[in-house]
């Protein structure tokens, strides 16, 4: 129950592509997940987002309420807020509590009316001075390093190195940050409490990072009889990645998204998500590389945005619930 999953580390510096290729083709056929290394995001930046993501946290939880997530998914988002694994998590949602920060759109653009899009929430510069610039420069330069392991997914499903980054992909992605805190509440999986529960990501690639607390659990066969779960241990200096459902149908279940959740032993632990998913319009359809009359698609194709949309809906409280806090 307890094991720690051997994960694939992909070195972004390595000059050999095909290694990199042949082994992040491997790690995305067993797991959906893998550590990568040399990225280009400093440690010092790391640890600024990390410090300030904490200093957010440590703020009164009315402050924090004042800067509720909005319709468009931005702002904070209190413990319980979020149900990951209703039919388990019979007592309640995740014993977390989040911040999202998406792409920066001002409300005067009319790429704002679309879902996700829009102005973000900041915290006062006052009540957390330089909080807003290191966020920002975070998101640029971890949209830049997805960009880099996009290619490599390529290569390893028999396309084009460019083929996510183009335009009518990744062009105008829906980029989201979520700095998140977990409290310390013990999780009991047979009480059906964790710090988050089993699911698997919505769309193209999550990039993780994390402090130095164990918890995140991956269960590689999802419809196995008895769920096996095992650890994935922070690596300092990496990111864990990890491929969304979006990408599990692009390559008609030859990649893997997989079930993961978080167990909490009492300490508290924070974390840094960085999910990509592409344009709002891009439709996910089954590869030409990834069908066959063996195998022909497994799913209707989507569009991104009525995918994403549907997901966010049916994992999250209904803002209503919060009407008595202003918002």
């Known amino acids: 129950m307890s094991n720690s999953a051997g994960l694939n580390c992909i070195d972004l510096s390595e000059p050999d592509i095909h290694k990199s290729v042949s082994l992040l083709k491997q790690a995305c056929e067993d797991s959906g997940f893998f550590y990568v290394v040399n990225h280009g995001i400093s440690q010092e930046l790391v640890d600024e987002v990390l410090a300030q993501s904490k200093r957010f946290f440590d703020l009164p939880l009315e402050e924090k309420m004042k800067l509720l997530r909005n319709k468009k998914h931005k702002g904070y988002t209190p413990i319980l807020d979020e149900t990951l694994d209703p039919d388990n998590q019979v007592h309640g949602g995740d014993y977390k509590e989040g911040y999202y920060i998406g792409v920066e759109v001002p409300e005067d653009d009319p790429r704002s009316q679309k879902p996700f899009f829009g102005s973000n929430r900041w915290p006062s510069s006052d009540v957390l001075p330089g909080w807003r610039d290191t966020m920002l420069k975070y998101h640029q330069e971890a949209l830049e390093v997805v960009k880099s392991i996009s290619k490599i997914i390529a290569l390893a499903l028999d396309l084009d190195a460019e083929f996510f980054?183009?335009?009518?992909?990744?062009?105008?992605?829906?980029?989201?940050?979520?700095?998140?805190?977990?409290?310390?509440?013990?999780s009991n999986p047979e009480k059906g409490i964790y710090g988050a529960g089993a699911h698997s990501d919505y769309g193209l690639i999550t990039l993780l990072l994390t402090d130095e607390v164990l918890g995140l659990q991956i269960c590689k066969d999802k419809d196995a009889q008895t769920q096996v779960w095992e650890y994935v241990p922070p690596m300092k200096g990496a990111f864990i990645v990890n491929l969304g459902d979006m990408l599990e149908r692009w390559s008609n279940c030859i990649f893997r998204s997989t079930l993961h959740r978080v167990i909490v032993n009492g300490q508290e632990r924070y974390s840094v998500a960085f999910f990509v998913e592409p344009n709002h319009e891009c439709v996910v359809e089954c590869l030409?590389?990834?069908?066959?009359?063996?195998?022909?698609?497994?799913?209707?194709?989507?569009?991104?945005s009525e995918y994403l949309s549907q997901r966010y809906k049916e994992t999250h409280a209904d803002l209503s619930v919060y009407s008595g806090n202003g918002v």
């Open 165 to 186: 980054i183009k335009p009518e992909i990744l062009g105008e992605p829906i980029a989201t940050l979520r700095l998140i805190h977990y409290s310390g509440e013990v």
């Open 288 to 304: 030409p590389t990834c069908k066959s009359a063996a195998n022909p698609p497994k799913f209707p194709l989507v569009t991104c």
